[in-house]
């Protein structure tokens, strides 16, 4: 049995929503064009796909995404030509993406792409440096929605100008050409701001600080930070995260109660129980109602601090800060690489 370009499309449509007003478009597109086919077709032995005209395929494919493209091209030899098509991927690409790579360090990139396609996916996977290496700017690869990290030296941290408290570095695996390393604070705050409208709109974005740990850092296992983020003049989203990730040890401790009990199981008797009334401990999960890093695949470390749905037409500052003002305690051994700001994925 056949399928119909319109059925294939209407099934991505169901199956992927959040490209649903794409997808309406693309639909119309497909039904037009296979409407006109089959008119031509007339008397032949049918709809095969692979007599579309390139062209024609290349506009349907331009109104989907960049993972549908990839899954569109096994259709038929032309889809997968049209799906390689320059026409395609410049439709992924912010419109204001020469001039923002042409201002930006890897000016050269223009220049040195042989397709549409591999700036797209270059964009992806290297983040290229703007504003005086201050920002960076990739493409989220699923969606090509925009991503921008701001670096330790866009951020205001109060105190980072005197090298009592902070020192300005280099890391090897650092974007940027300095880091923040804390030396030791009793007032911890970072602040950053970013303008709505250089991210991309109708987009839920998450905001995530990026930083390391050193094997000297102190008080942060036991003591939480303020986070908040929100357009500026506005309350904004605030809680409490942990920079270091201290539930990876309660797990391993809580195993490690786990297997100890068993043992003291197996030898005072299935119900824990002995002939001089003991019970066998349970193990304890230490709960916490704070949120803990996670690690990524560049070797640094991230925690969300918060989320922000970039309406169409709303324009404004989006706020971030990290703080802990409240504790008084001394704390040290962070290294900042800065603040990403990222679509989100469901």
């Not at 991230?302 to 970039?310: P, Y």
Request: proline share 4%; aromatic share 10%; glycine share 8%.
């Amino acid at each position: 049995m056949k399928i119909s370009l319109a059925a294939k499309l209407s099934y991505y449509h169901f199956r992927f929503p959040s490209y649903s007003s794409l997808y309406k478009r693309a639909a119309i597109s497909s039904f037009i064009i296979t409407r006109k086919l089959n008119l031509q077709m007339a008397g032949s032995t049918g709809g095969d796909l692979s007599v579309l005209p390139e062209g024609c395929v290349a506009n349907v494919l331009s109104f989907t995404g960049p993972l549908d493209v990839g899954r569109l091209s096994i259709v038929s030899s032309t889809f997968k030509s049209a799906a390689e098509s320059d026409a395609v991927w410049e439709q992924f690409l912010p419109p204001e993406y020469h001039s923002i790579i042409s201002e930006s360090s890897d000016s050269s990139l223009l220049a040195c792409s042989s397709s549409k396609k591999e700036l797209y996916l270059h964009l992806c996977d290297n983040p290229v440096l703007i504003e005086d290496g201050k920002k960076s700017f990739s493409l989220d690869k699923v969606s090509g929605k925009k991503c921008y990290m701001l670096s330790a030296r866009d951020l205001i941290i109060v105190w980072g100008d005197n090298p009592t408290y902070w020192r300005w570095t280099s890391e090897h695996n650092s974007r940027f050409p300095e880091v923040a390393e804390l030396i030791g604070v009793c007032w911890l705050e970072i602040r950053g701001k970013i303008n709505t409208c250089l991210l991309s709109q109708d987009t839920l974005y998450g905001a995530y600080l990026v930083y390391k740990t050193t094997p000297a850092a102190y008080v942060f296992e036991d003591q939480p930070v303020d986070v908040t983020l929100g357009l500026a003049g506005t309350e904004g989203c605030k809680r409490s995260v942990y920079i270091l990730d201290t539930k990876r040890e309660q797990e391993q401790d809580y195993q490690q109660q786990r297997q100890q009990r068993q043992i003291a199981i197996s030898e005072v008797g299935v119900f824990g129980f002995s002939a001089m009334g003991w019970r066998a401990p349970e193990p304890t999960r230490e709960k916490n109602k704070g949120e803990y890093p996670k690690e990524r695949e560049d070797g640094w470390v991230e925690i969300e601090l918060g989320e922000f749905f970039n309406n169409k037409g709303e324009e404004g500052e989006l706020e971030m800060s990290i703080s802990e003002v409240n504790g008084g305690d001394w704390k040290g051994g962070l290294i900042i690489l800065g603040i990403e700001i990222r679509p989100k994925r469901g």
